[in-house]
């Protein structure tokens, strides 16, 4: 079954353009592209999407503050900030308002659709330097506190540096399916459900 997409972006280029793109790809099924928060939200609320691509710079309300009001009412919803913000005040307030991934609008269109599936099947995409800025607010744990085996440590280390699951796997030498285990095997071990939470149990806020 197609991933139910949303998208929320004030550029009429942008919106208009992945919409476009993500069309072509049967992976996925635009429900519907809007230009600001506001004219989102009922319907978000009625169409209950699998993924809601989400800008931060919009008219009226910001996408971080639709995230805030939305999540509650849309639980199974996942949220992809689309952006060109990389500094840590946006980034770390869009993770605390409920955002599962966030990828820069520089992200290369192959990369998006990636990310999307990856998203989808339980994953946290994020840009690489986005990544490594969550990295950097954390300071490392005592060994022995860790439930974690040592590969578990290097799968998570990896997926921290926002390294997608097949690109883990090609540098670790496992199947991507290997890693998926990995990845199921450190949520359950950690007692969480996302990569920021998994992170942030491992290293602790810095």
């Known amino acids: 079954m197609a991933i139910r997409i949303c998208i929320?972006?004030?550029?009429?280029?942008?919106?208009e353009g992945l919409a476009s793109l993500l069309r072509f790809d049967d992976r996925f099924d635009i429900l519907g592209a809007f230009a600001d928060a506001e004219q989102a939200m009922g319907f978000l609320k009625s169409s209950q999407p699998d993924i809601v691509i989400m800008d931060i710079n919009l008219p009226g309300m910001s996408g971080i503050a639709c995230i805030r009001s939305i999540k509650p009412?849309?639980?199974?919803?996942?949220?992809m900030m689309f952006t060109i913000y990389d500094n840590d005040e946006k980034v770390f307030e869009a993770l605390a308002a409920g955002a599962n991934g966030y990828l820069l609008k520089k992200t290369p269109f192959t990369r998006i659709g990636?990310?999307?599936v990856e998203l989808h099947e339980g994953?946290?995409?994020?840009?690489?330097?986005?990544a490594r800025k969550v990295l950097d607010r954390m300071r490392p744990a005592e060994p022995s506190s860790?439930?974690?085996s040592s590969r578990e440590h290097e799968v998570l280390s990896l997926l921290?540096?926002?390294l997608l699951?097949?690109?883990i796997a090609h540098q670790l030498g496992i199947s991507a399916n290997t890693v998926r285990q990995h990845i199921h095997n450190i949520y359950r071990k950690l007692h969480v459900q996302?990569?920021?939470?998994?992170?942030n149990k491992t290293y602790g806020r810095g």
Do not use: H
């Open 194 to 199: 996302n990569k920021v939470e998994a992170i």
């Open 123 to 130: 994953g946290a995409p994020m840009s690489t330097n986005i």
């Open 165 to 167: 699951y097949k690109e």
């Open 146 to 148: 860790s439930p974690l």
């Open 8 to 15: 929320v972006e004030d550029m009429d280029e942008v919106r």
């Open 160 to 162: 921290s540096r926002g």
């Open 114 to 116: 990636e990310a999307l």
């Open 73 to 79: 009412v849309c639980p199974d919803t996942q949220f």
